[in-house]
């Protein structure tokens, strides 16, 4: 299964954009890339996911590089309640997640 | 939206007794997977089945096992518990498939069971 790598943990101030990079060095080219966030006691959360091109919903946008070895997942607009774990993860049609270490986001007000 | 439901939410068991977790899938998902958060840990994952056969398997336990009926809920046995098995457990569904179809849906997690053994 390919890797990802996250940083341990990053900060933002309330109302500013994030982007929470994501390297996977390894991924091959049918793996499509998910987020996810995990807040405390609560299950993992569909954020966003795509394969090629960038993608777009109201949670979030995903920019994937063009060799799709890194991408980033970018909220437009921290709030207090986006402070969590995200977890980016390659699925390439395995009945299966790999979660890694994940990104504390931590919201300042 | 309907979400995956997952029963009961807390439970507290012995060492060496049983346990026995459910899931119940969104409407019309085909398939159902297992996850073990341990305190401070991230999901691990147990075991999966699409179509109610067993499509993957992790690191789950001998002491462990699971299937998934004809209405797509799915259940989590678990025997003989030890201190170790003190987690959160999450079960998440989505629809199956094959290659570039199943790696197109996202799997979506239930709330899951707190389990403290004593």
């Known amino acids: 299964d390919a890797k990802t790598t996250q940083p341990n943990s990053m900060e933002s101030n309330e109302e500013e954009p994030v982007h929470l990079p994501c390297n996977h060095s390894?991924?091959?080219?049918?793996?499509?890339i998910h987020w996810y966030r995990q807040l405390p006691s609560q299950g993992p959360e569909y954020v966003i996911h795509?394969?090629?091109s960038n993608v777009n919903n109201r949670m979030a946008s995903l920019a994937i590089a063009e060799d799709r070895k890194s991408s980033t997942l970018i909220l437009h607009r921290a709030t207090l309640r986006d402070a969590a774990v995200y977890y980016c993860?390659?699925?390439?049609?395995?009945?299966?997640?790999?979660f890694g270490t994940g990104t504390r986001l931590k919201v300042l007000a | 939206a309907a979400g995956v439901i997952q029963s009961p939410r807390h439970l507290i068991k012995e060492k060496r007794e049983t346990a026995t977790l459910k899931c119940y899938p969104i409407?019309?998902?085909?398939?159902v997977y297992w996850y073990q958060q341990g305190p401070g840990q991230d999901p691990q994952f147990l075991i999966s089945?699409?179509?109610?056969?067993?499509?993957d398997k992790g690191s789950i336990p001998d002491r462990f096992s699971a299937q998934q009926f004809s209405d797509y809920h799915s259940e989590l046995n678990m025997s003989s518990l030890e201190l170790g098995d003190s987690a959160l457990y999450f079960c998440?569904?989505?629809?199956?498939?094959?290659?570039?179809?199943?790696?197109?849906?996202?799997?979506?997690f239930g709330d899951g069971t707190r389990l403290s053994i004593l």
């Open positions: 409407p019309r998902h085909d398939t």
């Open positions: 795509g394969l090629t």
């Open positions: 390894t991924i091959s080219g049918t793996d499509y």
């Open positions: 993860i390659l699925d390439g049609g395995t009945y299966k997640y790999i």
């Open positions: 089945f699409y179509e109610k056969m067993q499509s």
């Open positions: 998440a569904s989505s629809l199956g498939g094959r290659g570039g179809f199943r790696g197109n849906q996202p799997q979506h």
